[in-house]
């Protein structure tokens, strides 16, 4: 395959910084640009220095104003100009934005500043409130003034079919993504992340102040398309997917580069000019592309914390699991670093059940990197899901479950955030004694016996055992096995039937296995 056709180069930099920022009314006053993270209706994040950034022509004075304050910036050679205004508070006020130069003048208006939250990762994520199974209740109900909407997605999906010439032209990261911001009504909300709009929605309520919302997630994508090349390269074991053509690359998952290939097949074979380099045609599959298209230009934008959905698609296979801690940790440390914010919180959701054969694995994995780094958070949904359809179709609660680690851990609300974890096994004569953290009121949904729990003896062979619940603790029966070495919970790709063990607050225990103390 030829990978040799470049469809932007150096000599047209003016023109892509130039694609890099928009008008709020989609028009440019005299080469004065707003950067495109910037619209009518926004929010501001309240309490960090607030950049204002865009556009000029080379050498020109921007005066720019927003709400009641005033500063100055001088555009580059290059026409680049920013500024930073001081942090703000969220007070219920209406702000307005303003650029303006000699030639021109452009004004945003319905400005609000409290909390912002970004939304990335596949389908699920992306996944809109109108396919969503409270659909019919939830959007004539969707009327929040303060609650704001910005969908910026990508052009091209990663289902089926061929690009168009049309598709095939937006592959560049300044063409690929667009949006603009919107106040949260039926229509707006519609359209949006359900998992986003239930957590904004709750999270509103919760703070009583705007809150702001950025959906970038895109259908299909691997984790790896979502960090930056130059994480990638610097990664042992990560490294390799920045070598060669990434529909070709054995690094990767056979399926993506399976997908890309097919939407690419129309263009390749009219030899068409993709936008490429060295890595391949570009794609929302291909590494560290989503990163460059949906995450940079938005990097310079303060937000609350992520909000993160993904796996599906790094969860195909034993050896992609093995591979998926490295970078999901890549990428939550490489966010965090390019924003300058070592305790950026970011939340994200364990993989539902579904009868995939290697998603315990990979939910134990998940669990792995919220032990392992700081301000993270993990919604817990084996209680979830579908046993065919990688679409459940009930985010109302997986939304529901980010407010509450938000509001927990970011928020400092002395709310029940998390379902039963496990604390400690340890043996009691022909007893296994199972504590747990989170564990207040521990119960089950039903009312019946726990369900879910396995051994494993001497012979390294699970076996299913009953359990029960003795004053707040959880006692497993070893029946025939003397000396049991391990125990785990929830470890099967979908559970039949579906776990029951739950804590005061209603939220589900966290699969486990572990060793008995």
């Not at 938000?406 to 029940?416: E, P």
Request: net charge positive.
């Amino acid at each position: 395959m030829n990978t040799q056709k470049i469809g932007v180069n150096l000599r047209h930099l003016w023109l892509v910084l130039s694609a890099l920022i928009v008008t709020a009314n989609g028009r440019a006053e005299e080469n004065l640009n707003l950067a495109r993270a910037f619209g009518s209706h926004m929010v501001l994040q309240q309490g960090q220095p607030v950049p204002v950034w865009g556009t000029a022509k080379p050498e020109a004075k921007v005066t720019i104003a927003l709400g009641v304050q005033k500063q100055t910036a001088i555009a580059n050679t290059d026409g680049r100009w920013k500024t930073v205004f001081p942090s703000l508070k969220a007070k219920g006020q209406t702000l307005q934005l303003t650029a303006e130069t000699a030639a021109g003048k452009t004004t945003l208006d319905d400005i609000l500043v409290g909390e912002v939250w970004l939304c990335a990762g596949q389908s699920n994520m992306e996944w809109k409130l109108s396919q969503s199974a409270s659909a019919k209740t939830a959007i004539p109900a969707a009327k929040h003034a303060r609650l704001r909407l910005f969908n910026f997605l990508g052009a091209a999906r990663g289902g089926g079919g061929e690009y168009t010439p049309e598709l095939t032209k937006r592959l560049t990261p300044q063409r690929f993504c667009s949006g603009q911001w919107r106040e949260c009504s039926p229509d707006s909300a519609a359209q949006f992340s359900a998992v986003g709009y239930f957590f904004g929605q709750k999270l509103l309520a919760d703070l009583n102040v705007p809150v702001g919302l950025i959906n970038v997630a895109m259908g299909g994508t691997p984790a790896e398309a979502w960090v930056r090349r130059g994480a990638l390269a610097a990664h042992p074991q990560l490294v390799a997917m920045t070598r060669g053509n990434w529909l070709e690359n054995k690094s990767l998952e056979p399926w993506c580069r399976g997908r890309g290939a097919s939407n690419l097949k129309r263009a390749l074979a009219a030899n068409d000019l993709i936008p490429s380099d060295d890595l391949g045609p570009n794609h929302s599959f291909k590494p560290a592309f989503m990163w460059d298209a949906a995450v940079t230009p938005l990097t310079q934008m303060p937000i609350a914390g992520v909000l993160w959905y993904q796996g599906e698609s790094n969860a195909e296979s034993e050896w992609r699991v093995a591979q998926h801690d490295s970078v999901l940790k890549t990428l939550v440390t490489d966010w965090r670093a390019q924003r300058k914010r070592p305790d950026l919180p970011f939340l994200f959701v364990q993989l539902p059940a579904m009868k995939r054969p290697h998603w315990p694995a990979f939910r134990a994995g998940q669990q792995r990197v919220h032990d392992a780094l700081p301000h993270t958070g993990m919604a817990v949904t084996l209680d979830l899901g579908h046993p065919t359809d990688v679409h459940p179709r009930d985010k109302k609660p997986v939304g529901e479950r980010l407010a509450l680690i938000a509001a927990k851990q970011v928020y400092g609300k002395t709310v029940v955030a998390f379902g039963p974890v496990v604390k400690s096994v340890s043996r009691d004569e022909d007893r296994l004694i199972v504590k747990f953290e989170s564990a207040d009121g521990l119960r089950t949904r039903d009312g019946k016996a726990p369900t879910g729990f396995e051994i494993r003896d001497g012979k390294e062979e699970w076996h299913a055992v009953n359990a029960r619940i003795v004053d707040g603790v959880l006692e497993l029966n070893c029946g025939t096995s003397k000396k049991p070495a391990a125990v785990r919970y929830g470890w099967v790709s979908f559970p039949e039937p579906r776990l029951n063990l739950i804590n005061v607050a209603g939220l589900p225990a966290a699969p486990f296995s572990r060793d008995v103390d």
